[in-house]
């Protein structure tokens, strides 16, 4: 008899709370199960690369990695090597891209006030070796198939 009282006044509760406050939006949902993991220092620093270079945090990106390898499980530890050199090129090839986009901008804005900068082919030059770089990582990765 008493947890009937209990539920009703939690529902109550609920319910009160509930006419009281907005309605919340999505909430992500947890995974119920959590394992343990040891990593030595040098791998740890190295998923927890991979996760900030992902954009996930270290028990997600541990999870979709996880559920990425089991779910190809015919897949050889030289592909997979493979397969983070590839994304090692990328990454890369993302940070120069990101310099070159900089030196890119600096340029337009003095060629837009009329000067010609002596660095115009030099960054020029650079931004198609990116480019080249990029294409080259992309047919890596389009070859393996």
Do not use: W
């Not at 090839?93 to 115009?120: C, D, F, K, S, W």
Request: with cysteine; glycine share 6%.
């Amino acid at each position: 008899m008493q947890e009937r009282d209990t539920e009703q006044d939690h529902t109550e509760c609920a319910s009160s709370t509930k006419n009281r406050s907005r309605r919340r939006k999505y909430q992500r949902r947890q995974r119920p199960h959590v394992r343990n993991t040891r990593f030595s220092d040098d791998e740890l620093t190295r998923v927890t690369a991979g996760a900030y270079a992902a954009g996930l945090t270290l028990a997600g990106f541990l999870a979709r990695s996880a559920l990425s390898a089991a779910r190809d499980l015919g897949r050889t530890a030289s592909t997979l090597a493979g397969e983070r050199e590839i994304i090692a090129e990328f990454f890369a090839a993302r940070r120069h891209l990101g310099r070159v986009g900089n030196n890119l901008n600096q340029l337009t804005r003095a060629i837009n006030a009329g000067a010609h900068p002596p660095e115009l082919d030099a960054v020029l030059a650079a931004t198609e070796r990116a480019v080249r770089r990029v294409q080259h990582a992309t047919d890596q990765l389009l070859d393996q198939d």
